[in-house]
Nanobody, 123 residues
Framework: QVHLVESGGGLVQPGGSSRLSCRAHGNFFSINVMGWYRQAPGKQRELVATATSGGSANYDDSVKGRFNVSRDVAKNTGYLHMNILKPEDTAVYYC?????????????????WGQGTLVTVSS
């Protein structure tokens, strides 16, 4: 069974940087899409950034120029690099991946979510 394990996060001062990691485990052929979402207290989960296996990336306007996604294919790991952090970036961050997995009828896409990791931006 495939699953995602997140790491990173914690307390960061305003203006600081942090990096989140999301590693895929289990039996799969490839990671087609990896995205990052966040949910602030009292708010709905929102999309932060996505990256495709082809290398394209998209960012929410609120993080453009400050956040960057990258992937280490050999390690089955995606990263969210967060810079110039603001208090309003405080949230639980989740990674989401679409993995190509083996199935009886042939390979198929499977959506998997990480467990979430808290990022608190505060002085």
């Amino acid at each position: 069974q495939v699953h995602l394990v997140e790491s990173g996060g914690g307390l960061v001062q305003p203006g600081g940087s942090s990096r989140l990691s999301c590693r895929a485990h289990g039996n799969f052929f490839s990671i087609n899409v990896m995205g990052w979402y966040r949910q602030a207290p009292g708010k709905q989960r929102e999309l932060v950034a996505t990256a495709t296996s082809g290398g394209s990336a998209n960012y929410d306007d609120s993080v453009k120029g400050r956040f960057n996604v990258s992937r280490d294919v050999a390690k089955n790991t995606g990263y969210l690099h967060m810079n110039i952090l603001k208090p309003e970036d405080t949230a639980v961050y989740y990674c989401r991946a679409v993995l190509l997995v083996p199935a009886l009828g042939g390979p198929q896409d499977l959506e998997v979510w990480g467990q979430g990791t808290l990022v608190t931006v505060s002085s």
